[in-house]
T-cell receptor, first 112, second 113 residues
Framework: GESVGLHLPTLSVQEGDNSIINCAYSNSASDYFIWYKQESGKGPQFIIDIRSNMDKRQGQRVTVLLNKTVKHLSLQIAATHPGDSAVYFCAENGAAGNKLTFGGGTRVLVKP | EAQVTQNPRYLITVTGKKLTVTCSQNMNHEYMSWYRQDPGLGLRQIYYSMNVEVTDKGDVPEGYKVSRKEKRNFPLILESPSPNQTSLYFC????????????FGEGSRLTVL
């Protein structure tokens, strides 16, 4: 598959454990944040989003936490399995809301 | 099936030979965008379009052109490709950026020799 990043921070996690991926965003005016998952050879896929009027949102096996005070976003994946191995990106919509700005990504490797 | 379709998926070309990467979406989305992805640099926006005949530069527009004559299509044009445009390109669309996620295509791997 395609290489999406050769020098990404990598999180190794044991199958069944929980994963936490962190992201610092830059624009205090951003009011919409998204987490994407990118598997090898594929385009980024939406996981979960959160608006700035919330500090927590839960999906199926995933939770996003937003701390606007320190401009920090995290993604928690419960009971990680090998299918979760991918590169994860956070994105923010910025002040004008006309684009998404992506973070550098974190590679998650799930060990069986 | 709702999707964003890019073509070609893989292309090797030579410096200076004009090429176009097509992008089409079948979701009636107003917003479309092109990103390039490079190792260590993540996803960077090249151009975006808020609607038909409305396009604007992203963060790295140099060497690229786009057009939006129809709602569904948003081609990326490299008039005179150079080796520094070797990259993985993604097209994406959204109903309207403030309302939700970007839907991405599968990517186009371009190599310029």
């Amino acid at each position: 598959g395609e290489s999406v990043g050769l020098h990404l921070p990598t999180l190794s996690v044991q199958e069944g454990d929980n994963s936490i991926i962190n992201c610092a965003y830059s624009n205090s005016a951003s009011d919409y944040f998204i987490w994407y998952k990118q598997e090898s050879g594929k385009g980024p896929q939406f996981i979960i989003d959160i608006r700035s009027n919330m500090d927590k949102r839960q999906g199926q096996r995933v939770t996003v936490l937003l701390n606007k005070t320190v401009k920090h976003l995290s993604l928690q994946i419960a009971a990680t399995h090998p299918g979760d191995s991918a590169v994860y990106f956070c994105a923010e919509n910025g002040a004008a809301g006309n684009k998404l700005t992506f973070g550098g990504g974190t590679r998650v490797l799930v060990k069986p | 099936e709702a999707q964003v379709t890019q073509n070609p998926r893989y292309l090797i070309t030579v410096t200076g030979k004009k090429l176009t990467v097509t992008c089409s979406q079948n979701m009636n989305h107003e917003y479309m965008s092109w990103y390039r992805q490079d190792p260590g640099l993540g996803l960077r926006q090249i151009y975006y379009s808020m609607n038909v005949e409305v396009t604007d530069k992203g963060d790295v527009p140099e060497g690229y052109k786009v057009s939006r004559k129809e709602k569904r299509n948003f081609p990326l044009i490299l008039e005179s490709p150079s080796p520094n445009q070797t990259s993985l390109y993604f097209c994406a669309s959204s109903p309207g950026l403030l309302t939700g996620e970007l839907f991405f295509g599968e990517g186009s791997r371009l190599t310029v020799l």
